[in-house]
């Protein structure tokens, strides 16, 4: 399958009076695939963003090489932009036009056909919205016609940063469907994301960075297959004994209020034979396998602590400016876990 973005040994120092030298991305690399939807995840000031604004020439890189379906980035962008659509943090629009004004000099200005301006709305769900002004939107609705603005020309390559934020439940799903339509259709899309488990419903492939650093990468099901403990939720009626025989197998057994926790499991037959041989019943056995959300905050240490709130790294903020969020690119251009793809 051919790569449609690789970024090989990306890096990036921000240097700042206050903080002096900060590293935002350390050596990162990332492949995605043709027709992938492909989650790209990271905390807060992990090097997510810095990486998205190299990759579209918003930044300048200090190292490493990048390519966009086969263009060297960002030196040959201008010929590939016009068939990539993006969005790279929140979304910026003049409040006093209405979506379809917007949208339609968008399109003019990209040399697209102004007949796209009502095929967007419609796919992003403004059809009816189109021509109320933008400052009467709500984050959600800025959200979508930003989607709508990375649509018009009709991208081979679309890449979003939190498309989802601001939408409420059904508009996620309005969001999901949009993106699985668009990856039938041949697109390729890179998505970040803070709500993961929408990125497990959606994405089949993900790369996961933490400062600065891939940590993570490949399809779905094989990253999260490689933090399976082979689990199982066990109710019992005598727990205790239960425990005690299901240890005598070399099982780890955890007991919880209101069930055991048994890993080490290779069949889940041999916890219903082991006890049911000896009499102790078993009222419900569920296995227990880990999610995208548990593995992200194993992988890049940011799980809850019960008494240290957790500090952002803000490696990202000098350059960071809402100015850039939504892109023109015709206009602007001028350590890792693995698992086999």
């Not at 959600?140 to 939190?162: C, N, T, W, Y």
């Not at 099901?221 to 005598?238: C, I, K, N, P, S």
Request: aromatic residues 4%.
């Amino acid at each position: 399958m051919s790569a449609v973005i690789e970024i090989d040994g990306l890096r990036k120092t921000f240097h700042t009076l206050r903080q002096g030298r900060r590293v935002a991305v350390d050596g990162f690399d990332l492949r995605v695939d043709a027709g992938q939807i492909h989650g790209f995840l990271g905390p807060n000031g992990s090097g997510k963003t810095t990486t998205l604004r190299a990759l579209l020439g918003l930044v300048r890189a200090d190292g490493g090489r990048m390519s966009m379906l086969g263009a060297p980035s960002p030196q040959r962008l201008p010929e590939v932009a016009g068939r990539v659509g993006a969005i790279v943090e929140s979304p910026q629009f003049f409040g006093n036009f209405t979506a379809r004004r917007t949208l339609r000099l968008l399109a003019l200005a990209g040399g697209v056909p102004t007949g796209r301006v009502d095929e967007v709305l419609e796919q992003v769900g403004l059809r009816d919205r189109g021509d109320e002004r933008v400052k009467g939107y709500s984050l959600g609705m800025k959200q979508r016609l930003a989607v709508a603005s990375a649509l018009l020309k009709s991208p081979e390559l679309l890449i979003l940063d939190e498309p989802a934020n601001g939408l409420d439940p059904a508009g996620i799903r309005e969001m999901r469907d949009l993106m699985r339509s668009l990856a039938e259709a041949g697109v390729t899309v890179l998505l970040s994301s803070h709500i993961l488990a929408e990125i497990q419903l959606i994405c089949d492939h993900v790369t996961i960075i933490s400062h600065g650093r891939r940590v993570a990468a490949g399809p779905v099901d094989e990253v999260l297959a490689g933090f399976d403990q082979h689990e199982y939720a066990v109710r019992v009626a005598e727990p205790e004994r239960a425990g005690e025989l299901l240890r005598a197998l070399g099982l780890s057994v955890t007991a919880q209020p209101d069930r055991l926790v048994v890993g080490g499991v290779d069949e889940p037959e041999l916890i219903t034979r082991t006890l049911g041989e000896q009499g102790v019943w078993v009222r419900e056995l569920v296995p227990l396998r880990p999610d995208l959300e548990s593995v992200f905050l194993e992988l890049t240490g940011t799980g809850p602590h019960p008494t240290i709130p957790r500090q952002v790294d803000d490696s990202l903020l000098p350059e960071q400016t809402q100015k850039d969020a939504a892109i023109d690119l015709d206009a602007r251009v001028g350590d890792s876990r693995e698992v086999g793809a």
